[in-house]
Structure formats: C-alpha cells, structure tokens
C-alpha cells in the first residue's frame, strides 16, 4: 500500500467551489487522488502514465 504524505489541493480551490476538489499527491512511483472534504477515506491511486490520460479524459467530459 502506497502512503502519501504530500496532498496538495488544486490552484482552482477558492472561494464558493473552493470546497467541492480533490487534492493530489505523489509517491514511489504512484500518484494518489482524494476528497479534500473527506480526506480520511479512500483515495485512488494511478500510476503515472496512467494519471495524465486520466485528468485528458476528465477536461473532455469523458
């Protein structure tokens, strides 16, 4: 199991939606993915080639 102690949350979080993102971090060969509103819970994890086609596909609305 991968432990990331790096979160960061998106430049995007601001006032308003600033509370409805996800937060990022990265480790040993994994990127992880999480609710910054419930951090606590389970995240996703990607490897990195996997990650960038990933946030493509989400930009599409795919």
């Known amino acids: ?3 990331f102690d790096n979160w960061r949350k ?3 979080s601001g006032e308003g ?3 409805s993102c996800v ?3 990265v480790s040993a060969g ?3 993915v999480r609710d910054s509103k419930t951090p606590a819970r ?3 994890t990607f490897p990195p080639e996997a990650f960038a086609p990933f ?3 989400l930009k599409r609305g795919r």
Request: proline share 0%; charged share 25%; glycine share 10%.
């Open 1 to 3: 199991m991968t432990t």
């Open 42 to 44: 389970a995240s996703l």
């Open 17 to 19: 939606d600033g509370n």
């Open 55 to 57: 946030v493509e596909d």
């Open 30 to 32: 994994r990127v992880g």
């Open 23 to 25: 937060e990022i971090a």
């Open 10 to 12: 998106s430049s995007y």
